[in-house]
């Protein structure tokens, strides 16, 4: 049983998503406007993750999320990014918090709704997120932390398991896929090979390569956010961090 999937072009550390949007600031370039706009995407529960865990409400941490991403896409405020920091998560965030300081609540909920937001936000789906998720011992920065740390492994996991069904592999990927994320009791590898009509050595094989790919990517989706290959394993090791602590 072959896995059927690879190194892409996409695996190539060339111009990271970063350096992208950095030239976004400078010019006008579709590609790099597209490629800002998904990191803000990713980035913006964790932002609203740390607005609620600095005691904002609900509609608080709305009104300052969506002010703050309309203000930071209509003014390129990527221009503003510390090209020597390298990460897309500390530079974001330390913008939200000048953001914070200097904004009036009053200014933040006239702001609500008036502005046309790139974005599409599910704060609902965030307030759920946050209130299952919170701990006592919680700062606001370890609150952001975890949630880029599990956005960023579930977006990983995502582009893994489309990789197997381009190859004609959802079943195998359905099956398999929990030894990446799951402690729990799991079937055996006998009961597996069974399901997929094949071989216990054949599956003991692919869940090693599912896991050789899904660092790779992992490694990867972390690469999109920093401006320099020497970041990325320091940035693999917060993400860890973030999960485990």
Same mark, same amino acid.
């Given at each position: ?51 609620? &865990? ?12 969506? &002010? ?6 209509? /003014? ?8 020597? /920091?390298?990460?897309? /998560? ?43 998720? /919170? ?87 972390? &690469? ?22």
């Amino acid at each position: 049983m072959r896995a059927g999937v690879g190194v892409t072009p996409r695996d190539r550390f060339a111009t990271t998503r970063w350096t992208l949007v950095n030239a976004a600031g400078r010019q006008s370039d579709p590609e790099a406007a597209e490629a800002l706009a998904e990191l803000c995407q990713m980035y913006w529960p964790p932002l609203y993750g740390y607005l609620r &865990g600095r005691g904002c409400t609900p509609d608080e941490a709305q009104d300052l999320t969506q &002010g703050f991403f309309a203000r930071f896409l209509e /003014r390129r405020s990527i221009r503003a990014a510390d090209q020597t /920091r390298g990460r897309f /998560r500390a530079f974001l965030l330390t913008v939200l918090k000048r953001y914070v300081i200097n904004e009036r609540e009053r200014a933040t909920a006239a702001r609500r709704g008036g502005r046309h937001l790139h974005l599409n936000l599910d704060f609902e789906d965030a307030e759920r997120t946050y209130v299952l998720e /919170r701990r006592d011992e919680d700062t606001p920065e370890k609150v952001f932390d975890r949630k880029w740390a599990a956005i960023t492994l579930e977006r990983a996991l995502h582009r893994l398991r489309d990789e197997y069904e381009v190859a004609g592999k959802g079943a195998e990927a359905a099956a398999l896929m929990p030894y990446l994320t799951e402690t729990g009791d799991l079937p055996s590898y006998k009961t597996v090979a069974e399901a997929l009509d094949s071989t216990e050595g054949a599956v003991k094989v692919e869940v090693h390569r599912l896991r050789q790919r899904f660092g790779t990517i992992l490694r990867l989706q972390v &690469g999109e956010t920093v401006t320099s290959p020497e970041d990325v394993d320091d940035e693999v090791r917060a993400l860890i961090r973030a999960i485990v602590v």
